[in-house]
């Protein structure tokens, strides 16, 4: 992490809230697998889910925003 934003945080956060930041692991390779790892939880959950019902409708939709960014919306309806 910059030495700026450790500075920062201490003057406006206090001392012990900049030591906190110390020890946040920020590489892009621990962000990286850390999201990962939450892309692969969502999905096992939202398998799961999905496997219990009797009856489930799946609706997918994909769009951009006004800075080009790709945004998937997915609306799950189940009856149990």
Same mark, same amino acid.
Request: charged share 30%.
């Given at each position: 992490?910059?030495?700026? %934003?450790?500075? #920062?945080?201490?003057?406006? @956060? !206090?001392?012990?809230? /900049?030591?906190?930041?110390?020890?946040?692991?920020l590489s892009n390779d621990t962000v990286e697998r850390r999201i990962s790892d939450m892309?692969?939880?969502?999905?096992?959950? @939202?398998? /799961?889910?999905?496997?219990?019902?009797? @009856?489930? !409708? %799946?609706? %997918?939709?994909?769009?951009?925003?006004?800075?080009?960014?790709?945004?998937? @919306?997915?609306?799950?309806? #189940?009856?149990?």
């Amino acid at each position: 992490m910059k030495p700026s %934003l450790i500075a #920062t945080c201490n003057e406006v @956060l !206090g001392r012990s809230a /900049a030591s906190k930041m110390k020890d946040i692991p920020l590489s892009n390779d621990t962000v990286e697998r850390r999201i990962s790892d939450m892309a692969e939880d969502t999905e096992k959950q @939202l398998a /799961a889910k999905i496997n219990k019902p009797e @009856l489930f !409708g %799946l609706k %997918l939709d994909e769009s951009t925003d006004i800075q080009n960014n790709s945004i998937l @919306l997915t609306y799950v309806c #189940t009856i149990y």
